[in-house]
């Protein structure tokens, strides 16, 4: 397939090579379905430490950002910044020893960095008994938020990535979606939830309807249901094999939250299992491993993986800018129980009040022109959990608010009442892609102001048919791009991004959905200043 999309600026290009070439040890190979084994980056001694892995960054601001690596062995992580890919006058950040502790993951916190401004980083990882041994440099690169409004601002989001038994292909080149993000080479990428599939075994091939045959990547972890905490850490491993993954990661930061497939399907707090896959019933229990291992691959500001446990939280605000504040919500660790959600009190709904609290208070401090809520559901589409139950906030009565409506019904009086302005919804989950449009005068529930919300997906999963809407609040599809049938392999159904782009001058904000392949689907300009749109 050929990609109509730019490459990569100038000021990247020298260091996207030493990147690659430092990645090269997790190549696919052509025929193989089993993961490769991690051979040593080129020019590495025995004996050393390796980062094969690769790198990436995580939350990054005006002036700080989070840099991550996993080492093969105990290590001290180092990390070197520069203006410059030559790395002349480099400024030298101690990173934490390494260890199996954290299953050999580190993330060394930037501060003090110029806004607006390319930061080109190497990751060195020394051996902790003999300082002068150490791994070859890993390298990457990202850009800094602007601290002016006319630098503007432009991003990309998705979501779902390894699912529905859909893994790494060799025959078609891998993610190949991430290349083609990385091409566009935006300030950062927001992952909207579903980062791995614990509870989707991969296997080494999978016949399509049309007779072809769907050939997987395959590790041991992958091979079952996620229970243990190793199984979990192999679940994020498994997505790194990809070198499409890893040079995206060494290019574009990521803002990263997740869903509920990082644990299983449709999960929520205190839910007992009868799924006879599981040994371990108690959700809670995997979700606590679910929660370490993914602080533990992904750099994220607000989380901590301290011994046996997780501390921090998920949902947090990332600020880019003036022209842009990024809420990133949990609406999966305080949720209450899936139920038909016809409750008429619920004071607990999809965020839990603890969080509906801080997010009311930090869009009230908010100065950002635009505030995205980056959502990792939806909330006018109907997603069922079984035949009775309801997994989002949306239940199918297009009625006065119930259940974990009200919840949201709370948040979006409270946005029209305090005039906050600039607000919009981002999210994945549903496996394709679309733009809904939310009216009080088409809804039951009247007392908001308009918003949009946009949704892309997956990124590297099977596609399924669009979700119904719920009138509650209004919602027109203005578009929407999806199968006709459930679990379209990447080899039948493009897969998903969506690209926002604010303009530094006017202010406006695009927002563009995207298909694989580099077709723009749809666009929409909205303009800044706006409580409603």
């Known amino acids: 397939m050929s990609y109509s999309v730019p490459g990569p600026s100038p000021a990247r290009r020298s260091v996207l090579r030493g990147s690659l070439a430092a990645s090269a040890a997790l190549t696919l190979g052509g025929a193989a379905t089993a993961a490769p084994a991690l051979a040593a980056p080129a020019l590495a001694l025995s004996g050393r430490p390796r980062a094969a892995w690769g790198v990436q960054t995580g939350d990054v601001t005006a002036h700080s950002g989070l840099v991550w690596v996993r080492s093969d062995r105990p290590a001290r992580m180092i990390v070197e910044t520069s203006a410059t890919d030559s790395f002349r006058r480099a400024h030298r950040h101690a990173g934490p020893l390494l260890g199996a502790g954290s299953d050999f993951t580190g993330t060394t916190a930037l501060h003090g960095l110029p806004p607006g401004e ?67 080479d935006p300030d950062f990428f927001l992952c909207s939830g579903d980062t791995i599939y614990a509870d989707g075994p991969i296997q080494p091939s999978v016949t399509l309807p049309d007779g072809r045959v769907w050939r997987n990547v395959t590790t041991a972890e992958k091979a079952k249901v996620a229970e243990t905490l190793d199984e979990y850490r192999g679940n994020f491993r498994y997505n790194l094999l990809d070198h499409n993954v890893r040079a995206f990661n060494a290019q574009v930061p990521s803002i990263v939250q997740w869903d509920d497939h990082e644990v299983r399907n449709n999960w929520y707090p205190g839910q007992i299992l009868e799924d006879p896959r599981y040994t ?23 989380l901590h993986a301290r011994g046996d446990a997780t501390e921090g939280r998920m949902h947090r605000v990332v600020r880019y800018g003036p022209l842009l504040d990024v809420f990133v919500l949990d609406m999966r660790s305080y949720r209450n129980a899936n139920s038909p959600g016809r409750q008429a009190d619920d004071t607990t709904g999809i965020l839990g009040a603890e969080q509906l609290a801080w997010l009311k208070r930090e869009l009230s401090r908010s100065r950002a022109v635009w505030k995205v809520l980056a959502a990792d559901m939806p909330l006018g589409l109907v997603v069922p959990d079984g035949s009775v139950n309801i997994e989002a906030v949306a239940q199918g009565d297009p009625g006065v608010p119930l259940g974990r409506e009200l919840q949201i019904a709370e948040l979006l009086r409270f946005v029209k009442h305090r005039r906050i302005t600039g607000t919009l919804w981002l999210t994945a989950d549903v496996h394709y892609t679309s733009a809904q449009h939310y009216a009080p005068e088409r809804a039951a529930f009247q007392d908001f102001a308009p918003f949009w919300e946009f949704v892309s997906g997956p990124l590297a999963a099977g596609g399924f048919p669009a979700n119904r809407l719920d009138a509650t609040f209004g919602p027109e599809r203005v578009f929407v791009r999806a199968p006709e049938r459930a679990n379209l392999s990447p080899m039948e159904s493009p897969q998903y991004f969506g690209e926002v782009d604010i303009d530094g001058g006017s202010g406006e904000l695009t927002v563009r959905l995207r298909a694989e392949g580099g077709t723009v689907l749809f666009s929409k300009v909205l303009q800044p200043g706006r409580v409603g749109q």
């Open 118 to 184: 390319q930061i080109h980083y190497r990751v060195t990882l020394a051996d902790p008994d003999d300082p002068r041994r150490t791994s070859e440099p890993v390298v990457g690169t990202f850009r800094t938020a602007p601290a002016r409004r006319r630098d503007g601002v432009r991003f990309l989001w998705s979501g779902d990535i390894a699912g529905q038994g859909w893994g790494i292909n060799p025959d078609i080149g891998g993610f190949r979606a991430f290349e083609e993000m990385r091409r566009l």
């Open 280 to 302: 371990e019933k108690d959700v809670n229990v995997l979700a606590a491993r679910a929660s370490r291992a993914f602080a533990e691959y992904f750099p994220v500001s607000t």
